[in-house]
Protein backbone atom coordinates (compact mmCIF):
# COMPACT_ATOMS: atom_id res chain seq x y z
CA UNK A 1 0.00 0.00 0.00
CA UNK A 2 1.51 3.34 -0.67
CA UNK A 3 -0.84 6.74 0.16
CA UNK A 4 -1.22 9.08 -2.76
CA UNK A 5 -2.03 12.52 -3.36
CA UNK A 6 -1.57 14.85 -6.10
CA UNK A 7 -0.49 18.53 -5.71
CA UNK A 8 1.11 21.80 -7.12
CA UNK A 9 4.87 22.18 -5.54
CA UNK A 10 5.27 25.78 -4.07
CA UNK A 11 8.34 27.23 -6.28
CA UNK A 12 10.95 28.90 -3.69
CA UNK A 13 9.61 32.40 -4.45
CA UNK A 14 6.52 32.12 -2.77
CA UNK A 15 7.08 29.55 -0.21
CA UNK A 16 9.99 30.84 1.68
CA UNK A 17 8.20 34.42 2.18
CA UNK A 18 5.27 31.89 4.02
CA UNK A 19 7.87 30.37 6.14
CA UNK A 20 8.80 34.16 7.46
CA UNK A 21 4.71 33.58 8.82
CA UNK A 22 5.58 30.62 10.45
CA UNK A 23 5.85 31.80 14.07
CA UNK A 24 3.59 32.79 17.06
CA UNK A 25 1.72 30.13 17.40
CA UNK A 26 3.14 27.66 20.33
CA UNK A 27 3.17 24.28 19.21
CA UNK A 28 2.61 24.24 16.29
CA UNK A 29 4.45 21.85 13.54
CA UNK A 30 5.27 24.32 10.65
CA UNK A 31 5.20 22.79 7.57
CA UNK A 32 9.12 22.81 6.14
CA UNK A 33 9.84 24.76 2.54
CA UNK A 34 9.44 21.47 0.75
CA UNK A 35 6.29 20.15 2.36
CA UNK A 36 4.21 23.41 1.11
CA UNK A 37 1.95 22.27 -1.57
CA UNK A 38 -1.33 22.92 -3.21
CA UNK A 39 -3.15 19.38 -2.65
CA UNK A 40 -5.55 18.85 -6.18
CA UNK A 41 -6.56 15.30 -4.51
CA UNK A 42 -5.67 13.27 -2.20
CA UNK A 43 -6.28 9.52 -2.97
CA UNK A 44 -5.41 8.09 0.46
CA UNK A 45 -3.82 4.27 0.42
CA UNK A 46 -3.64 2.71 -2.14
CA UNK A 47 -2.48 -0.65 -3.81
CA UNK A 48 0.51 -0.76 -6.14
CA UNK A 49 -1.80 -1.90 -9.13
CA UNK A 50 -4.11 0.87 -8.40
CA UNK A 51 -1.41 3.30 -7.85
CA UNK A 52 0.21 2.38 -11.59
CA UNK A 53 -2.84 2.79 -12.63
CA UNK A 54 -3.73 6.28 -11.49
CA UNK A 55 -0.50 7.20 -12.59
CA UNK A 56 -1.37 6.62 -16.17
CA UNK A 57 -4.47 8.08 -16.15
CA UNK A 58 -3.07 11.55 -14.37
CA UNK A 59 -0.46 11.32 -17.33
CA UNK A 60 -3.52 11.74 -19.38
CA UNK A 61 -4.61 15.21 -18.04
CA UNK A 62 -4.33 17.98 -20.32
CA UNK A 63 -4.86 21.58 -19.21
CA UNK A 64 -2.96 24.40 -19.92
CA UNK A 65 -0.69 26.19 -18.18
CA UNK A 66 -1.79 29.13 -15.84
CA UNK A 67 -0.93 32.09 -13.17
CA UNK A 68 -1.94 31.26 -10.03
CA UNK A 69 -1.64 33.69 -6.33
CA UNK A 70 -2.01 32.99 -2.39
CA UNK A 71 -4.66 35.43 -0.91
CA UNK A 72 -5.42 35.18 2.88
CA UNK A 73 -5.09 32.77 5.77
CA UNK A 74 -7.65 30.46 8.06
CA UNK A 75 -7.64 27.21 10.38
CA UNK A 76 -9.73 23.81 9.65
CA UNK A 77 -11.41 22.76 12.93
CA UNK A 78 -12.68 25.10 15.97
CA UNK A 79 -12.77 25.57 19.22
CA UNK A 80 -10.52 23.43 20.86
CA UNK A 81 -10.28 21.29 18.08
CA UNK A 82 -8.11 24.21 15.68
CA UNK A 83 -6.43 21.10 13.85
CA UNK A 84 -4.30 23.57 11.15
CA UNK A 85 -3.37 26.73 9.87
CA UNK A 86 -3.08 27.64 6.09
CA UNK A 87 -2.65 30.17 3.29
CA UNK A 88 -5.56 30.75 1.09
CA UNK A 89 -5.28 30.42 -2.50
CA UNK A 90 -6.95 33.18 -4.64
CA UNK A 91 -10.14 31.86 -6.44
CA UNK A 92 -8.96 30.31 -10.01
CA UNK A 93 -10.91 28.70 -12.85
CA UNK A 94 -7.94 26.67 -14.20
CA UNK A 95 -6.88 25.64 -10.73
CA UNK A 96 -10.55 23.83 -10.21
CA UNK A 97 -10.37 22.22 -13.50
CA UNK A 98 -7.04 20.80 -13.25
CA UNK A 99 -8.72 19.66 -9.64
CA UNK A 100 -11.39 18.11 -11.83
CA UNK A 101 -9.24 16.69 -14.00
CA UNK A 102 -7.48 14.99 -11.09
CA UNK A 103 -10.59 13.67 -9.86
CA UNK A 104 -12.06 12.27 -12.99
CA UNK A 105 -8.12 10.53 -13.62
CA UNK A 106 -9.06 9.21 -9.82
CA UNK A 107 -12.40 7.21 -10.75
CA UNK A 108 -11.23 5.99 -14.35
CA UNK A 109 -8.43 4.45 -12.40
CA UNK A 110 -11.35 2.97 -10.30
CA UNK A 111 -11.39 5.10 -6.97
CA UNK A 112 -14.44 6.15 -5.42
CA UNK A 113 -15.25 9.85 -5.55
CA UNK A 114 -13.87 12.39 -3.44
CA UNK A 115 -17.33 13.24 -1.37
CA UNK A 116 -15.24 16.34 0.18
CA UNK A 117 -15.90 19.94 -1.39
CA UNK A 118 -12.35 21.17 -3.03
CA UNK A 119 -10.85 23.82 -1.15
CA UNK A 120 -7.96 24.98 -2.14
CA UNK A 121 -5.25 25.82 0.35
CA UNK A 122 -1.21 25.59 1.40
CA UNK A 123 -1.04 23.91 5.15
CA UNK A 124 1.41 26.18 7.04
CA UNK A 125 1.61 23.82 10.58
CA UNK A 126 -0.53 21.29 11.97
CA UNK A 127 -1.60 22.50 15.64
CA UNK A 128 -2.28 20.27 18.97
CA UNK A 129 -5.14 21.94 21.39
CA UNK A 130 -3.51 25.24 20.48
CA UNK A 131 -5.24 28.27 22.26
CA UNK A 132 -7.78 29.39 19.81
CA UNK A 133 -7.34 33.46 21.24
CA UNK A 134 -3.46 32.46 19.67
CA UNK A 135 -4.72 31.49 16.41
CA UNK A 136 -7.50 34.21 15.87
CA UNK A 137 -4.34 36.78 16.71
CA UNK A 138 -2.00 34.75 14.37
CA UNK A 139 -5.08 35.06 11.60
CA UNK A 140 -5.45 39.16 12.20
CA UNK A 141 -1.59 39.79 11.87
CA UNK A 142 -1.37 37.71 8.40
CA UNK A 143 -4.33 37.66 7.07
CA UNK A 144 -3.63 40.34 4.40
CA UNK A 145 -1.23 37.35 3.02
CA UNK A 146 -1.18 38.15 -0.60
CA UNK A 147 1.60 36.22 -3.00
CA UNK A 148 3.00 37.49 -6.28
CA UNK A 149 1.43 35.34 -9.26
CA UNK A 150 3.07 32.25 -10.33
CA UNK A 151 3.51 30.17 -13.25
CA UNK A 152 2.29 26.31 -12.69
CA UNK A 153 2.83 24.29 -15.68
CA UNK A 154 3.26 21.15 -14.00
CA UNK A 155 1.40 19.20 -11.10
CA UNK A 156 2.67 15.97 -9.28
CA UNK A 157 1.57 12.68 -8.00
CA UNK A 158 3.20 12.64 -4.43
CA UNK A 159 3.34 9.35 -1.93
CA UNK A 160 3.11 10.36 1.90
CA UNK A 161 4.92 8.62 4.67
CA UNK A 162 4.61 9.24 8.40
CA UNK A 163 6.87 9.98 10.24
CA UNK A 164 7.49 10.96 14.39
CA UNK A 165 8.00 14.37 12.94
CA UNK A 166 4.95 14.27 10.67
CA UNK A 167 4.60 13.12 6.98
CA UNK A 168 7.40 13.17 4.57
CA UNK A 169 6.61 13.74 0.84
CA UNK A 170 8.00 12.04 -2.12
CA UNK A 171 7.49 13.04 -5.35
CA UNK A 172 6.60 9.86 -7.72
CA UNK A 173 6.01 11.20 -10.48
CA UNK A 174 5.47 15.20 -12.02
CA UNK A 175 3.16 15.68 -14.58
CA UNK A 176 3.25 18.82 -17.58
CA UNK A 177 1.00 21.05 -18.23
CA UNK A 178 0.59 22.22 -22.01
Known amino acids: MIRLF????????IGLPLQARQTGLEGARWRPLEALHI??????????????????????????????????????GEAQDLHAVWAGVADSEPLRRLARACETAARRAGLEPDSRAYRPHVTLA?????????????????????SP?????RFGLYSS??????????????????
Open 6 to 13: AAIALPPE
Open 161 to 178: HLTRHGSAYGLEQLYRLD
Open 39 to 76: TLRFFGDLKETLAEDLAAELAAVRTPAFALDLAGVGHF
Open 149 to 153: SFEVN
Open 126 to 146: YLKRPDPFSVANWEAANNLLH
